[in-house]
């Protein structure tokens, strides 16, 4: 649906970081068609085979390329969303781009937890942040876009999100996704991703029947994580795919040493923001003394079998 607005005629698109052919049509890479040997793009004039000062290949596109265009564009757009009375919204989830430490899902146990995942995620950077390396706190994935105090967005979240006029049924749920686990994050000697992007399909699918209370959850120190069965069946109905327990329990066991240090990553860092709510502070510390005494219990890798009884 998306490749049929930007290629027909009569929508209205604004584009970034493409390439600019001689008859106006964007190009990027991935876009799978063929490309022009010659246009213009990020950096002026372009061609096939130039080189940049330092005789490094240009891109016929830039990594950050962009397209906008209006949601009414696109067949499946429901006008429910201009509904001025508002939309219900179920499901609310957080991401980044973690590859060591948090399963693919969790729910938040309160409204104040899920503002606390979003606060708190961790990715690793993106061509977005130009010159950007490694890993790093990212807090709901857009704090270069924040309007103003880091502290003073977060306590509207909190506010937002408890607030005791949404009725206890609406209340959304609010949870944290995570499909950039790696192999050697579980056990294993490749950086290969464990399980595959369409598995967001199953994650998404298991958080609307948790909000429907249609499937049960284990209950941990991070929040509420999917039994096995729901997904083995989930996995098969949604995408056809085989989802073993050995899968199931690389992904979803807890490594203690790595979320422990996440915690106390933020709990640092935070304490040296202005004006950061208290209630943040609170369920980090809550969550610490929780994961430290299941550690002390159980030792530094649990399956998530034993939340299963």
Known sequence: M???????????????????????????????EDHPDKGFNFQGEWFK??????????????????????????????????????????????????????????????????????ACIVSAATATEVGATGVKRAPWANAPFIPGALGDYMDAQFKFFGNN????????????????????????????????????????????????????????????????????????????KDYSKELYTRQFSLYMDNIIKRVELQQEAYAKEDKIPQTLFDILSEQKKELLALKDAHGSIISPDLFSV
């Open 165 to 240: 006029k949404i009725k206890e049924e609406y209340k959304p749920v609010m949870a944290g996704l995570n499909y950039f686990l790696t192999d050697k994050a579980r056990g294993g000697d490749s950086s290969k991703l464990i399980g595959e992007k369409k598995d967001v399909k199953v994650w998404l699918s298991w958080l609307e029947r948790y909000a429907h209370n249609e499937v049960e959850y284990m209950s941990t120190p991070i929040g509420n994580l999917p039994k096995y069965e729901d997904l083995k069946s989930l996995f098969k109905q949604i995408i056809d």
């Open 2 to 32: 998306l490749m049929k607005v930007l290629r027909q005629p009569g929508c209205e698109v604004i584009w970034s970081n493409v390439l600019i052919d001689d008859k106006k049509v964007p190009h990027w890479i991935g876009n799978n």
């Open 49 to 118: 085979g130039k080189t940049d000062e330092d005789g490094k290949p240009v891109p016929l596109s830039h990594p950050n390329s962009r397209c906008t265009l209006k949601c009414d564009a696109l067949d499946n757009y429901s006008r429910e969303g201009e509904n001025p009375d508002g939309a219900l919204t179920r499901v609310f989830t957080y991401s980044g781009r973690d590859a060591d430490t948090m399963p693919p899902v969790w729910v938040a146990k309160t409204s104040d937890a899920g503002v606390v995942i979003g």
